[in-house]
């Protein structure tokens, strides 16, 4: 007999998250513990449990192993693909606030940084790792490492030549 899904029936990203985040609370495990005992970063861990990223296959049997609560729902749910998005008032959150100031104002001098390192081009958030330390500065006091990991990506000179659906047109209108 097949089940019949009704919205009331859906659970929500929202819903998942709590589920996945309720299983890492009980487990009194960090995210750097969980992602020593993974191999991931431990905002992809983060990631993960939040349903911003996806959880591959060849992981799966790592992440239960580290958390032996999450249930074969749960991971199944993990190895979709996520919606990634983010809640338009997260901004106002006070660590986010300053890492998005942090960005903006020394954006232009990474950008300008990252054109004289490598040229015209990006650095990609999708071939991308991203962690955070804990280190002790000169002074002994505690400092936020965040490493932002990611493949640098050119952009190319749109020649004609190269643009396939433009050749792949052509070839159709040859025939």
Do not use: W
Not at 4 to 23: A, G, M, N, W, Y
Request: net charge neutral; charged share 30%; aromatic share 6%.
């Amino acid at each position: 007999m097949s089940k019949t899904f009704t919205p009331e029936t859906i659970e929500t990203k929202s819903e998942i998250s709590k589920r996945l985040l309720d299983v890492k609370k009980r487990s009194a495990k960090t995210y750097t513990q969980i992602a020593e005992e993974t191999g991931l970063t431990n905002v992809y861990v983060a990631q993960l449990l939040r349903r911003q990223a996806q959880l591959k296959p060849d992981t799966s049997s790592k992440l239960r192993a580290a958390l032996p609560e999450l249930t074969d729902s749960l991971l199944d749910e993990m190895t979709k693909p996520p919606m990634r998005s983010y809640r338009p008032d997260l901004i106002q959150e006070p660590t986010v606030y300053r890492l998005n100031e942090a960005v903006l104002h020394f954006g232009e001098s990474i950008k300008e940084i990252i054109n004289e390192e490598f040229g015209d081009g990006i650095m990609s958030a999708i071939d991308f790792y991203c962690s955070v330390d804990k280190v002790k500065g000169v002074d002994g006091k505690d400092r936020v490492v965040v490493t932002f990991d990611g493949k640098y990506l050119p952009h190319t000179e749109q020649k004609l030549e190269h643009m396939v659906s433009r050749l792949r047109l052509k070839e159709v209108n040859q025939s």
